[in-house]
Nanobody
Framework: QVPLVESGGGLVKAGGSLRLSCAAS????????MGWFRQAPGKEREFVAR????????YYSDSVKGRFTISIDDAKNTVYLQMNNLKPEDTAVYYC???????????WGQGTQVTVSS
């Protein structure tokens, strides 16, 4: 098991910002990746961003590129998702997840709700 604990969600107005955090208790060396995903009501879970421990190779979905930034604090075993210029369509439950280098994301946090009002 790799406990992942998200925090930082909440209610914000359109155009506002939030920072999500995900604290990991394992698989925190550079052979593992961390990702953020989200699931809106009635929709499938979608990829948001991912990064490798060590901070390299950040990658974003087109829907958040230029607005969201994923980062890692290796000393704190924590991955962040800075979300700026939020839009109502960003409303979802956000999950962090862990994956081995060549594998699928297989450990998931409990999720944190982000609600953006118009």
């Amino acid at each position: 098991q790799v406990p992942l604990v998200e925090s930082g969600g909440g209610l914000v107005k359109a155009g506002g910002s939030l920072r999500l955090s995900c604290a990991a208790s394992g698989r925190t060396d550079s052979s593992f990746r961390m990702g953020w995903f989200r699931q809106a009501p009635g929709k499938e879970r979608e990829f948001v961003a991912r990064i490798w421990w060590g901070g390299s190779r950040a990658y974003y979905s087109d829907s958040v590129k230029g607005r969201f930034t994923i980062s890692i604090d290796d000393a704190k075993n924590t991955v962040y998702l800075q979300m700026n210029n939020l839009k109502p369509e960003d409303t979802a439950v956000y999950y962090c997840a862990s994956a081995p280098a060549l594998g699928e994301f297989d450990y998931w946090g409990q999720g944190t709700q982000v609600t953006v009002s118009s």
